[in-house]
């Protein structure tokens, strides 16, 4: 799977929107983009993922740019229930024998 | 969509006793489950990966005889920390494939005093 940077931490105003990137410069063409988050003492939650067009659900939005080498998980209203580690991940969809590798995420702070 | 159950969330156990964490998927089989283990403010490690009906497999440095692992039937799989110590205690989160992504179990907090 190809790895993901993505900044250590960031803050984010509660009711804005909360802009996270991640760089996934080496993905490959059937590497789809998936965004989980963990919140304290959570296990992980699914937000989102996609392959190449934007995708929108009640969660949060993806960019991905049109090279895909980079991505940004938009949370339009971030509330203080939104503070937790986010983590972007790349991997091929439905190779359900492999596993999700985690990295440091980054870690979002909503700030009243 | 896809829930995975997990039980218990937190345990406290003594050093040397064993500790059976289950995880069961409710409303879907899952064939596989991966084990992961989470240290304070570090990110989560996969430890072995279960399949139903077969001997999982480990994770390079992952003990096979301490952290055993079961997963009998489609719709659960435990991991039994045996002998446990201090060193063990740690977050265990489960995970399955599911429609979406992969579905996470809620974690289980082991501390062996």
């Known amino acids: 799977d190809a790895k993901t940077t993505q900044p250590t931490s960031m803050d984010c105003a509660e009711g804005r929107a909360a802009n996270l990137p991640c760089n996934h410069s080496?993905?490959?063409?059937?590497?789809?983009v998936y965004w989980y988050r963990q919140i304290h003492s959570q296990g992980p939650q699914y937000i989102i993922h996609?392959?190449?067009n934007n995708e929108t659900n009640e969660m949060a939005s993806l960019i991905i740019t049109e090279d895909r080498k980079s991505s940004t998980l938009i949370l339009p209203h971030a509330t203080l229930r939104d503070t937790a580690v986010y983590y972007c991940?790349?991997?091929?969809?439905?190779?359900?024998?492999?596993?999700?590798?985690f990295g440091p995420g980054t870690r979002l702070s909503v700030l009243p | 969509g896809a829930v995975v159950s997990q039980h218990p969330s937190r345990v406290i156990c003594k050093s040397g006793t064993s500790v059976k964490i289950e995880c069961r998927s409710l409303?879907?089989?899952?064939?596989?489950m991966f084990w992961y283990r989470q240290f304070p403010k570090q990110s989560l490690m996969l430890m072995a990966t279960s399949n139903e009906g077969s001997k999982a497999t480990y994770e390079q440095g992952v003990e096979k005889d301490k952290f055993l692992i079961n997963h009998a039937s489609l719709t659960l799989s435990t991991l039994t920390v045996t002998s446990a110590h201090p060193e063990d205690s740690s977050f265990y989160i489960c995970s399955a494939p599911g429609r979406e992504g992969y579905t996470f179990g809620s974690g289980t907090r082991l501390t062996v005093v």
């Open positions: 991940i790349v991997r091929v969809a439905n190779n359900y024998g492999q596993n999700f590798v």
């Open positions: 996609g392959l190449k």
């Open positions: 409303d879907f089989q899952a064939t596989t």
């Open positions: 080496t993905i490959s063409g059937n590497e789809y």
